[in-house]
């Protein structure tokens, strides 16, 4: 409120009014900011060749990627609503462990990329087998060697499922 007086003091000294001629607060005690609102706005030089400029560049500028996505064979089921994959519940993934977290991590992709490989939104979509990420595990396994980065290489993982997340939200039209 203090700040509104602060602004509106210069502006109601200029159209010669005294802010304790105010109305009273009961009436309006938004009237002068009203006035202000209503007041014609200036114009900064926008011309029609500025317009159409603009117009061209919205025109020409790049679209979302969803537009590119295939669409779902199935409705959209929210994952919460999903019995958790068979294997998942195990102590190497439920383990209060790096390797455990890794594996997670591993699996949001997991989950992420075989909604989109099998463009199934509904639970069985959504709860990707356990022996994907087994897969993924075998394969960073191959190129880091058995002492891989497990935090790293798991960051490597979340960050690309949050990519995915929303080309999955996309291609279901609701959330995950």
């Known amino acids: 409120m203090t700040l509104t007086a602060v602004i509106a003091l210069p502006v109601w000294r200029a159209q010669g009014q005294d802010p304790a001629q105010r109305e009273a607060p009961a ?12 007041e014609a ?15 061209d560049f919205l025109r020409l500028s790049p679209q979302s990627d969803s537009q ?11 994952y919460s609503t999903c019995e958790k994959a068979e294997g998942f519940e195990t102590e190497a993934f439920q383990a209060s462990t790096v390797e455990a977290a890794a594996r997670r991590m591993i699996y949001a992709y997991v989950r992420q990329q075989h909604v989109l490989d099998t463009r199934d939104c509904t639970c069985a979509g959504k709860a990707a087998p ?13 190129t880091e060697g058995k002492d891989w980065n497990r935090i790293a290489i798991g960051n490597d993982y979340a960050a690309k499922a949050r990519q995915l ?3 999955v939200e996309a291609m279901c039209g609701g959330a995950f």
């Open 68 to 78: 590119d996505l295939p669409k779902a064979l199935t409705e959209n089921v929210p």
């Open 41 to 55: 706005m200036p114009d900064f030089g926008a011309s029609e060749h500025a317009e159409a400029s603009e117009q």
């Open 165 to 167: 997340r929303d080309q």
């Open 27 to 38: 009436e309006n005690p938004f009237a002068a900011l009203n006035r202000l609102a209503g």
């Open 130 to 142: 356990v022996g994907l990420v087994e897969e993924a595990v075998q394969n960073v396994e191959a």
